[in-house]
């Protein structure tokens, strides 16, 4: 293929004299090793090769230094910054503006910006006014337009940006005098230095060839021009009459300035090529509806190249963004045997770097108890499940999470964490300023640790680890200071997010892989370009910046424009040559924003005209199962027949006896298919660490703290009666019985000195206001006595129900609250911290699973009637079934008995559950009959809202 850097090495070639002397000048490395290959493919005999550089190591070259790091330097702007500011403030928090400072000093060396001119006090106008030679008149009307509207300002944000703005000349003079004291540089000023001494610069002893540039910034034309001009320098550009001679394509901005200089001008082709135009590839665009779409599509136009006729090198895929590499890597065709990747794989994408992030960040969230170091149980949760814990020991952290889970810890203490092992040991220490850096260095030894050393996994940690040291140490020798936890993760998060781990292979041969800027000056047959979305082609970066948009432009410094069009070249330019173009764009939003082709694509389709340019877009649709979820039924076998028996007294040899609650009675009144994964399949709903204080664990501090109340009272009294002075006296152990039913419910009972915070304090005191609320109630009515209590005993009953065996006697259980004796009446009471109602319309409505107002709580209390017959045989009382709904308490009108509904606004209070009991079995047994039926089989309600907090309903696609 006869590309740009292959036409450049043949035109050099066939010069007389040869190479000897030749210093080629390229964008990038890439570039310069494509060149040295077509070089290599074109010689046929030994020559001198010439010297390959890129541009920046050209200026080093002269200079004779290079940059030093850039934390060192922000370091050394901050001790300026601190004598010129008079003001404390920690390094840490000054090196956010100092990295925007020090990119702003950089951009105004490389474009030759007066600083002193620039940063001038605002206020003092006068001083600028005097000489703006310098600037055109757009210029000028640009720096009166920021004034202008700099002036509209209120007179708070004007003083604080002008005691800011003041500062930055000095510190622009302070700071290069420091670092040429210590014999340190950055980027732009080194650039800065080479042009202000090109008069005394000596002649260089080669000819300089520049070789495909695009845009200059004013130090590197300086340079050039004067090579040029001076010393006989060339430039080769590799450009097209397509965008250069249309003033509307961004991509040829620069160009059309360069081709009007008096010393670039003559340096340009007398024919400016039209290789777009003449070559009229076909462009294809798709749009998919998902980014790792992509992939998929970008294997089948591999897949329909011929291998055998063609060259993999003459094929790219440009990737936009890094993370859709590994997706079209593991999808590439078995036709494609090598692959080129130059684009390096972010370290920041990795497992070893999130699991260091996440150590770091577990540091956020500790605490000290009586000198113990305690951690947050969610960063904790997230690193047990990590495969560096769990794989190591696997055991231990399963149990971990267990019991995490189980006892609904918020805090776990550091000494329980370290049992795991060594590696345990090292993560869940509290760092320090002074351990922090070693901490994590040994961290990465000891993942290192027996990895093979040709593993991806080994890559990575390398990788981590030299940086880590190169941080470490200048922390150690240049900077000095104390590192916070919270100053090292935001250095971690920046020094790692720009760092690439490097693909080893053939740089020169395969199919290539590669980012955007990569490709300049390189030419390929097929070019398949991925994420031509608005915001990724081109990107969408914003410019930090202390100068203001008005002034950068006028000063002649880089805005967002110049980007732009630096973009529309890279993309231009792969035109060139190819002979296939496939554009793919993503439909899927971002960020909260719409996903928009790429202004390229636009452009293409409309100033375009040539039949091998699609202008429809082919959208590539992702086959989607669009039909719903069939309904689920299961049937009853033998194996479920047989399970249910264990509900009976037929039994199994060598089974335990279950019992039929009343909850499980409603569970199957709402929805047969929850019935049969809660009590057939036994599925449990995965519990979580609830910081919350949520309804469920509210009623079980409500049914403890009640428990703990009564039953320890009444055990210290050794009688069970309670009379109105009792009541005055339970009063006194509230608060006793509320915390220790919190610290029964959270597992703190063997915590010396644990006190409540948070929600756990406001818990306790709704707690006790709800228990007084019971107390008073319970006044009301002395004296009464306790026959039983919630953890006293589970009343068991059987009764008998028609089967497919025959009559069986099917066993029922459940515990009943509270049970006691006023006057001539036994309450069954059953505590309700929800909003439950007292009211149902019959017996059978109870039953009724398609009533959406089924009473589940009555029903509920009526089965405890049942069961407190089958306890007390000889009772004769009537049974008063009855509802502490704890939300209405504190009504005067409060009243716990059942209503059953007779009329429009009339109710007759439940005060004997024998009045009904006749018809309460008789429903019962239908119920359970149903459940023993063979042919009966456990499917789905048909009411969805019952699905709504279903923990089933992703099951049932409900």
């Not at 992939?295 to 136009?301: E, I, Q, R, S």
């Not at 859709?324 to 684009?343: A, E, G, Q, S």
């Not at 760092?431 to 991806?456: H, P, Y």
């Not at 008789?922 to 969805?944: G, M, W, Y």
């Amino acid at each position: 293929m006869n590309g740009f850097l292959k036409q450049t090495a043949r035109t050099l070639l066939q010069r007389e004299g040869g190479l000897k002397g030749v210093k080629v000048i390229l964008p990038n490395r890439r570039a310069g090793l494509f060149f040295k290959k077509y070089l290599g493919q074109l010689i046929a005999k030994p020559i001198w090769m010439p010297q390959v550089v890129t541009i920046e190591d050209l200026f080093y070259e002269i200079a004779r230094k290079r940059p030093a790091d850039k934390l060192r330097l922000i370091y050394e702007m901050y001790q300026v910054y601190s004598s010129l500011s008079q003001v404390e403030e920690s390094f840490d928090r000054f090196y956010f503006w100092g990295e925007m400072i020090l990119k702003d000093f950089n951009d105004l060396d490389q474009f030759l910006v007066n600083p002193e001119k620039l940063f001038t006090n605002l206020k003092e106008q006068k001083v600028l006014e005097s000489d703006w030679s310098f600037l055109n008149p757009e210029q000028v009307a640009l720096i009166k337009a920021f004034w202008a509207s700099f002036e509209e300002r209120d007179q708070y944000h004007q003083e604080k940006f002008l005691k800011f703005w003041d500062l930055l000349f000095p510190l622009y003079l302070q700071f290069n005098a420091r670092l040429e004291s210590r014999g340190l540089a950055y980027g732009g000023g080194i650039y800065r230095e080479v042009t202000q001494g090109l008069s005394d610069m000596d002649a260089p002893g080669a000819h300089h060839v520049f070789v495909g540039f695009n845009a200059f910034t004013t130090t590197e034309e300086k340079l050039i021009k004067h090579l040029i001009s001076q010393h006989g320098a060339e430039i080769f550009w590799d450009i097209d009459s397509y965008y250069l001679s249309d003033p509307a394509q961004e991509a040829g901005l620069f160009f059309r300035d360069y081709q009007k200089d008096p010393v670039f001008g003559p340096t340009f082709p007398e024919s400016i090529p039209r290789q777009i135009e003449e070559k009229r590839a076909p462009v294809k665009t798709y749009t998919v509806p998902l980014k790792i779409n992509q992939a998929n599509v970008v294997a089948g136009l591999l897949e329909q190249v011929v291998a055998d006729k063609e060259n993999w090198e003459e094929t790219v895929v440009i990737l936009p963004e890094e993370q859709l590499l590994f997706p079209i890597l593991n999808l590439l065709p078995d036709k494609v045997n090598r692959v080129n990747v130059t684009m390096g794989y972010p370290v920041k994408q990795t497992p070893v770097y999130t699991f260091l992030e996440a150590v770091l960040e577990l540091q956020r969230y500790t605490k000290s108890e009586n000198g113990e170091v305690m951690f947050y149980h969610k960063p904790v949760r997230e690193l047990l499940h990590t495969v560096y814990l769990r794989e190591i020991n696997p055991d231990f952290v399963a149990q971990l999470i267990e019991e995490l889970t189980r006892t609904n810890t918020i805090y776990l203490p550091a000494k329980k964490l370290v049992r795991g092992g060594a590696l345990f040991s090292l993560v869940f220490q509290k760092l320090t300023s002074s351990n922090l850096l070693e901490v994590v260095l040994d961290l990465i030894r000891k993942l290192a640790a027996g990895l093979d050393e040709q593993s991806m996994e080994q890559s990575y940690l390398l990788q981590c680890f030299k940086q880590m040291n190169r941080l470490k140490d200048i922390f150690e020798q240049d900077i000095r200071e104390e590192v916070s936890v919270e100053f090292f993760i935001r250095i971690f998060r920046q020094v790692f997010g720009e760092i690439k781990l490097p693909f080893q292979g053939e740089p020169l041969e395969g199919l290539q892989l590669m980012g955007v800027l990569e490709s300049r000056n390189l030419d390929f047959k097929r070019v398949i370009v991925c994420n031509m979305n608005e915001g990724s082609f081109p990107p969408s970066n914003s410019m930090n910046s202390m100068v203001p948009f008005n002034l950068r432009r006028a000063f002649g410094m880089p805005v967002q424009e110049q980007n732009d069009a630096i973009y529309a070249y890279t993309f231009y330019r792969l035109l060139h040559q190819a002979e296939e173009v496939h554009l793919l764009y993503t439909t899927a939003g971002s960020n909260g924003q719409v996903g928009e082709k790429s202004r390229y694509i636009h452009q293409l389709q409309i100033e375009m005209a040539h039949e091998g340019l699609v202008k429809e877009d082919e959208v590539i649709h992702v086959p989607v199962n669009l039909t719903s979820a069939g309904p689920i039924t299961i049937p009853k076998d033998a194996r479920i027949m047989d399970f249910l028996n264990r509900y009976t007294d037929r039994i199994s040899e060598g089974q335990q006896p279950i019992t039929f609650s009343p909850s499980a009675i409603n569970i199957w009144l709402d929805c047969r298919l929850k019935f049969y994964l809660t009590y057939i399949a036994g599925l449990e709903v995965p519990e979580e660490v609830q910081e919350e204080v949520d309804p469920a664990i509210f009623g079980n501090l409500v049914h403890l703290s009640l428990e703990n109340l009564y039953g320890g009272y009444l055990q210290t009294k050794h009688n069970r009666r309670v009379e109105a002075t009792d009541i005055d006296r339970l009063k006194d152990y509230i608060y006793p019985a509320v915390e220790k039913a919190i610290f029964t419910q959270y597992f703190l009972e063997n915590k010396e000195g644990y006190k409540l915070t948070g929600q756990l304090t406001i818990a306790r005191d709704v707690l006790q206001k709800y228990l007084l609320g019971v107390l008073e109630k319970d006044e009301a009515v002395v004296p009464f006595e306790i026959i039983s209590l919630e953890a006293a005993r589970k009343y068991k009953a059987q009764l008998p129900v028609k089967t497919s065996d025959g009559i069986s006697m099917v066993s029922l259980g459940g515990i009943i609250d509270r049970v006691d004796n006023i006057g001539d009446s036994i309450r069954l009471i059953d505590y309700k911290s929800g909003a439950d109602k007292k009211e149902f319309k019959s017996v059978e409505s109870l039953f009724d699973r398609n009533d959406k107002s089924r009473n589940k709580a009555a029903m509920q209390t009526f089965f405890y009637g049942l069961l407190y017959e089958a306890n007390f045989p000889a009772n004769r009382l009537p049974l008063k079934p009855a509802l502490f709904n704890l939300r209405e308490i504190f009504k005067e009108d409060f009243n716990p008995y059942l209503q059953e509904v007779i009329g429009r606004g009339e109710r007759k209070e439940v005060n004997d559950y024998g009045a009904y009991r006749e018809e309460y079995v008789a429903r019962l047994k239908l119920s359970l009959e149903e459940i023993f039926d063979p042919n009966q089989v456990f499917d789905q309600t048909e009411d969805h809202q019952k699905c709504q907090f279903c923990p089933f309903s992703a099951i049932c696609c409900r």
